[in-house]
């Protein structure tokens, strides 16, 4: 059983910066592919980014390549989402999850599917101005 809870989100203007927290519970959590997921009002949750259970690897969608990074502290079971030059566009609900995977690659191009993720924090509110 793992229990996620996201922090860091805000208002930011355009062009800012953001680091997303995600706290996890559970002794296993070294053991599990991490992604974040956002949500925008009236659209469906949308990928964001994956992360392997060790770190070295990470992927990305391509509308956050290049701004954003993914990476994890195992002694501190927590996940980080670092967003650099933030759009407008990218306003939403930011989720973190965890899959019972300790690879995005071994679902294939499944790690970008919200069902493949067994655990989901809360999320938390990022905003954008323009």
């Known amino acids: 059983q793992v229990q996620l809870v996201e922090s860091g989100g805000g208002l930011v203007q355009a062009g800012g910066s953001l680091r997303l927290s995600c706290a996890a519970s559970?002794?296993?959590?070294?053991?599990?592919?991490m992604a974040w997921f956002r949500q925008a009002p009236g659209a469906e949750r949308e990928f964001v980014a994956a992360?392997?259970?060790?770190?070295?690897?990470?992927y990305y969608a391509d509308s956050v390549k290049g701004r954003f990074t993914a990476s994890r502290d195992n002694a501190k079971n927590t996940v980080y989402l670092d967003m650099n030059s933030l759009k407008p566009e990218d306003t939403a609900v930011y989720y973190c999850?965890?899959?019972?995977?300790?690879?995005?690659?071994?679902?294939?191009?499944?790690?970008?599917?919200?069902?493949?993720?067994?655990?989901w924090g809360q999320g938390t509110q990022v905003t954008v101005s323009s």
């Open positions: 559970g002794r296993t959590f070294n053991r599990y592919a």
């Open positions: 999850a965890a899959g019972g995977f300790s690879d995005p690659y071994y679902v294939g191009t499944n790690y970008e599917r919200p069902v493949v993720y067994d655990y």
């Open positions: 992360i392997s259970w060790s770190g070295g690897n990470t």
